[in-house]
T-cell receptor, first 112, second 112 residues
Framework: KAGVTQTPRYLIKTRGQQVTLSCSPI?????VSWYQQTPGQGLQFLFE???????NKGNFPGRFSGRQFSNSRSEMNVSTLELGDSALYLC???????????FGPGTRLTVL | GQQLNQSPQSMFIQEGEDVSMNCTSS?????WLWYKQDPGEGPVLLIA?????ELTSNGRLTAQFGITRKDSFLNISASIPSDVGIYFC????????????FGAGTQVVVTP
């Protein structure tokens, strides 16, 4: 069974731009969670989607948004990028019935 | 910032030695997970714990869910060079859909 895939793996943007990251969960998994990882703050939860509905949201500004499609694939969008948004963005998939989450390789976003 | 207190921050050990690390939280969790992350990759799930007092092994790894439900421990026995990496604990609270709270990580360095 294929693991979690994320595209693109690397991205360079400039301040003020917006970006969309994509995540394909493990086949059969209906839950997708997104995390931001930085050296200073570690791994922080952004939001979680299950069956196209956002069930939980972390403490990030409204510039961070996401959605989930009927095939469970998920996207997250960051608008009006700031230098501090530079980070590794990780998505994790799960069945939604157990709490185990399986991570993708991440998207490394650099904001210049 | 970090929600969990994970210690130690780093460990320098010789091949063959045992490794112990732990996490404590001010919150009660119903799930504790332990992950390992290699550079440039996403975290890989090592062990999942669901019951207070539960002791679970995965090869040379053993983890325990503390009876207070506010702590967890991970032990690695007879370390080998491929054990190098950053180990994270993560906890999930009841009704906190898809949201894992992570420790800051323990960096393990194994010398021959």
């Amino acid at each position: 069974k294929a693991g979690v895939t994320q595209t693109p793996r690397y991205l360079i943007k400039t301040r003020g731009q917006q970006v969309t990251l994509s995540c394909s969960p493990i086949s059969g998994h209906r839950s997708v969670s997104w995390y931001q990882q930085t050296p200073g703050q570690g791994l922080q939860f952004l939001f979680e989607y299950f069956s196209e509905t956002q069930r939980n949201k972390g403490n990030f500004p409204g510039r961070f948004s996401g959605r989930q499609f009927s095939n469970s694939r998920s996207e997250m969008n960051v608008s009006t990028l700031e230098l501090g948004d530079s980070a590794l963005y990780l998505c994790a998939s799960g069945t939604g019935q157990s709490n185990e989450q399986f991570f993708g390789p991440g998207t490394r976003l650099t904001v210049l | 910032g970090q929600q969990l207190n994970q210690s130690p921050q780093s460990m320098f050990i010789q091949e063959g030695e045992d490794v112990s690390m732990n996490c404590t939280s001010s919150s009660i969790f119903n799930t504790w997970l332990w992950y390992k992350q290699d550079p440039g990759e996403g975290p890989v799930l090592l062990i999942a714990l669901y019951k207070a007092g539960e002791l679970t092994s995965n090869g040379r790894l053993t983890a325990q869910f503390g009876i207070t439900r506010k702590d967890s421990f991970l032990n690695i026995s007879a370390s080998i060079p491929s054990d190098v990496g950053i180990y994270f604990c993560a906890g999930q609270a009841t009704d906190s859909w898809g949201k894992l709270q992570f420790g800051a990580g323990t960096q393990v360095v194994v010398t021959p």
